[in-house]
């Protein structure tokens, strides 16, 4: 069975595409940002390319974006001590702002941040393949983040700014940073993800190091000015290189207090082990997921299709949120098969910038070979590739395969593909489901397509207390981002959401004294002559 569509015309000319979205010419990166000034990188670089190639008279060729600095360990723990050293103890101006004062900071970068939309834009779609639609969706959506971030952060302290008075004694509880943050973001959302923890340690008033992903690291380079003039010097350091080289470094010091990564559970455990203080890190992780989708013999089959098709492929399955697995039952397996195959083959391939493409080619080097070898073994021992041109590839791109029966002795079955392959596996009896579920080394979420309220019932108690989120009728994902995003097992630590992240990167700090007029007068004078800036009543409209 072949694409439904010819792979030889998949990579264009450089003269076809829209002159808007021509790759611009090769971009030099030596600066990042340490203790508020752009620093030059003297040293290697390594060398950033897109997932696109260009079709040429000598065959196709990958398209070289630029470079970006390999610091070492040494400029990287720079960045770190200009952190420490801005935080100072907790003495530092950043984390003693008043909150308004703050959000003020976070505001005026929000602002040059929108300067940069198309910039950004662009480079999402070279460098990690997103489409248009979803790379812009990405950018404002991150912007919509932040102003959600502030306005819950006004919320917050505005709360807080009220005394209480509890068995005769008088406090007030606000929230304080808790130190230095390490950010570190993924490669599929590079700029959403990034700043869904990048954002809030910053506006509770941590000073931070922020490594960008893998790939998508280009995109922050416009964004560099805007950080560097935003924010006071050594409030906010990005740094560049192999993780190897750099976080390693960080970590064993022993200066990180708050760990924000988004990657796999393996590397989050081993840059954890580093830390020689671990009671003392706080860790924010978005892990590893095998989510699957639970199709019921009772079920809006066209609903139930149409949720999974976009929750296994939307960004090609590069999502921690994706649908990796389908448990669908016998009765309906046939006609299921035959739906999502029909619309799977509806799925628009092509360049990002094309209108309507669903299907774009994958970032990671390596990828394409690991899903063939994942493939290769699942029909090996007796999966079919259901859909035409399952798992057929050229260079960065590989086209969706559909693959039934998968059983427990595929590798398909417990690891986590992270791409275009979509494992189906039969079942009669949902014990078999359940079974998986408890059996699994993740827990983020799962979804259940059915409308029998008895089964649906029975499921949800079975599966409350294995993931962070149940979806009915409905494919996993994060949004909205005012609901908790979170995991069990191997899948996170800690919650995010615009309200949790606050609170993540941040520790109740108490103020207490007794009910008694002489106190009572003591506090009323350090709040009338603003004489502190915990103690307080202002109110933040």
């Known amino acids: 069975m072949s694409t439904p569509f010819d792979l030889a015309e998949l990579f264009p000319r450089l003269d076809a595409i829209p002159e808007a979205y021509r790759p611009d010419a090769p971009v030099e990166q030596r600066e990042y940002l340490v203790n508020g000034e752009l620093r030059s990188w003297p040293g290697p670089l390594a060398a950033v390319r897109s997932p696109v190639f260009l079709a040429t008279d000598a065959g196709d060729e990958q398209v070289l ?14 960045a770190l001590d200009a952190a420490v050293a801005a935080y100072d ?37 070279w460098e990690i393949g997103k489409n248009l639609k979803d790379s812009e969706k990405e950018f404002d959506r991150t912007c919509d983040y932040i102003v959600d971030t502030i306005e819950a952060l006004k919320a917050l ?38 700043f869904t923890t990048l954002i809030p340690a910053l506006i509770m008033g941590n000073t931070v190091v922020f490594k960008p992903a893998k790939f998508g690291v280009l995109l922050m380079r416009p964004l560099l000015e805007a950080f560097r003039d935003s924010f006071p010097a050594g409030v906010i350091n990005i740094i560049y290189g192999r993780g190897r080289d750099t976080v390693s470094a960080l970590m064993a010091s022993g200066k990180v207090d708050v760990f924000a990564f988004i990657g796999t559970h393996k590397g989050a455990s081993d840059l954890k082990k580093l830390h020689p203080k671990p009671h003392r890190l706080r860790a924010a992780l978005g892990l590893d997921a095998k989510n699957p989708g639970i199709v019921l013999p009772e079920v809006d089959l066209d609903n139930a299709v149409n949720e999974a098709l976009t929750g296994a492929l939307s960004f090609n399955g590069q999502r921690c949120t994706a649908l990796k697995i389908l448990f669908v039952h016998e009765q309906v397996l046939q006609p299921f098969l035959d739906k999502f195959s029909a619309a799977l083959a509806r799925l628009k391939p092509g360049m990002p910038w094309e209108p309507g493409v669903a299907l774009t080619p994958l970032p990671e080097p390596g990828k394409v070979a690991y899903l063939q070898a994942v493939l290769a073994d699942a029909v090996a021992r007796g999966a079919r590739v259901i859909n035409p041109g399952g798992g057929e590839h050229r260079e960065s791109f590989f086209y969706p395969a559909l693959l039934c029966p998968v059983d427990p002795q595929m590798r398909l079955y417990r690891e986590e593909q992270f791409g275009p392959l979509v494992p189906v596996v039969p079942y009669a009896d949902l014990d078999e489901v359940i079974d998986y579920v408890l059996q699994s080394d993740f827990g983020q979420q799962l979804s259940l397509f059915g409308n029998d309220p008895q089964q649906i019932g029975r499921l949800v108690d079975a599966f409350a207390n294995q993931v962070g989120r149940i979806n009915i009728n409905a494919q996993c994902q994060r949004g909205p981002d005012t609901f908790p995003f979170n995991g069990r097992k191997d899948s996170a630590e800690g919650t995010l959401s615009v309200h949790d992240a606050l609170r993540v990167f941040s520790i109740r700090t108490l103020v207490a004294t007794r009910y008694q007029d002489d106190n009572k007068a003591l506090i009323s004078e350090i709040i009338r002559q603003r004489a502190s800036g915990f103690l307080t009543t202002d109110y933040i409209f």
């Open 157 to 194: 302290d505005r709360r807080s700014s009220r005394f209480e008075l509890e068995q005769g004694t008088l406090g007030q509880i606000r929230r304080v940073p808790l130190g230095v943050a390490l950010c570190m973001g993924p490669y599929n959302y590079p700029l959403n993800e990034t």
């Open 89 to 125: 103890h907790g003495q530092g101006l950043w984390p003693n702002l008043r909150v308004a004062e703050r959000i003020q900071h976070v505001e005026r970068f929000l602002a040059r941040m929108r300067e940069q939309r198309g910039a950004v834009v662009k480079l999402l779609m």
């Open 65 to 78: 974006l630029g470079s970006t600095p390999l610091l070492d360990a040494d400029a990287a723990l720079a």
